[in-house]
């Protein structure tokens, strides 16, 4: 297995509803293009949470979404310029409990105009693995000889046999 080439990605942003829903269409685009489509669910809705926790309780809406690549771990950061965590952040339906749910790793830590909130998904070996094409089933003509062309006498009874003489001798086979 060849080595993974490390890869970044930096995104800055003034957060609104609808510039949520752009911001999950380009990560996961992304994480495709870096052959991590697996990810793409887990990250996208940990993104939009912390995003969806700065449209409506931040006061400046401008913050940066980062992304390193290092070929075992993908790391997601996202930064707004409020230097503190509220209390309701960490509730059961809090956002940093439902990522500490779907990351192998979290944390915060505060900078200089703010705070930084990353969290880590690390990919396992299958996870990347490209998928192989199977093998074809064989198909029914294959298992079962079936003439392509059958006399209408010999699908016919006796009696019906006289009047399948005065159409043509061969028909299609019935569609199965």
Same mark, same amino acid.
């Given at each position: 297995? +060849? ?12 957060? *609104? ?22 990810? *793409? ?11 969806? $926790?700065?449209? $409506?309780?931040?006061?400046? +809406? ?20 409020? /230097?503190?965590?509220?209390? /309701? ?25 703010? +705070?930084?909130?990353?969290? *880590? /998904? ?16 064989? *198909?029914?003509? $294959?298992?079962?000889?079936?003439? /392509? @062309? ?11 046999? @006289? ?8 028909? @299609?086979?019935?569609?199965?």
């Amino acid at each position: 297995m +060849k080595s993974a080439i490390p890869c970044y990605y930096h995104l800055e942003v003034e957060v *609104s509803p609808e510039r949520i829903d752009q911001v999950r269409r380009i990560l996961t685009a992304h994480l495709r293009h870096w052959g991590l489509g697996v990810l *793409s669910e887990p990250v996208c809705h940990c993104t939009g949470v912390l995003l969806h $926790e700065i449209e $409506e309780h931040g006061a400046d +809406k401008n913050t940066v979404v980062e992304m390193w690549w290092n070929g075992q771990h993908l790391i997601t950061a996202v930064s707004d310029a409020n /230097r503190e965590l509220p209390e /309701r952040h960490y509730g059961p339906q809090g956002c940093l409990t439902q990522i500490a749910a779907l990351s192998d790793g979290w944390g915060s830590f505060p900078a200089t105009d703010g +705070k930084i909130i990353w969290f *880590s /998904r690390r990919v396992r070996a299958p996870e990347r693995a490209p998928l192989a094409p199977a093998a074809p089933a064989p *198909s029914l003509r $294959e298992a079962l000889e079936v003439p /392509r @062309e059958t006399p209408l006498a010999a699908l016919a009874g006796p009696a019906e046999a @006289e009047a399948a003489e005065a159409e043509p001798a061969y028909a @299609e086979p019935a569609a199965v």
